[in-house]
């Protein structure tokens, strides 16, 4: 299984940036975007299901942050709007995949988003 992230950077605030993840290797369910600021812990930015695409957002960034999915290329990508210097992060892609009964979560190397004030 691969994850790779690509789409971050460095953005003054108010600017936007898109990331993207593209997932191999497997089927995979539920995918989605954590982050992780220095001396904080990794925290759910958001996640949309496989099927209804159902999502879920952090209080912090709803309004402005959009997750989508593209099933049939096993992509994400997170539009990321009226960006903040504390949405300063790595950001990690993540997926979840299930082989019977035993289910797997997959993280990538993680995409530095830097916001400047």
């Known amino acids: 299984v691969q994850l790779v992230e690509s789409g971050g950077g460095l953005v003054q605030a108010g600017g936007s940036l898109r990331l993207s993840c593209a997932a191999s290797?497997?089927?995979?369910?539920?995918m989605g975007w954590y982050r992780q600021a220095p001396g904080k812990q990794r925290e759910l930015v958001a996640a949309?299901?496989?099927?209804?695409?159902?999502?879920t957002y952090a209080d912090s960034v709803k309004g402005r942050f959009t997750i989508s999915r593209d099933n049939a290329k096993n992509t994400i990508d997170l539009q990321m709007n009226s960006l903040k210097p504390e949405d300063t992060a790595v950001y990690y892609c993540?997926?979840?995949?299930?082989?019977?009964?035993?289910?797997?979560?997959?993280w990538g190397q993680g995409t530095q988003v830097t916001v400047s004030s």
């Open positions: 993540h997926a979840r995949s299930k082989y019977f009964t035993r289910r797997y979560e997959h």
């Open positions: 290797g497997s089927t995979f369910t539920t």
């Open positions: 949309i299901t496989s099927g209804e695409g159902s999502t």
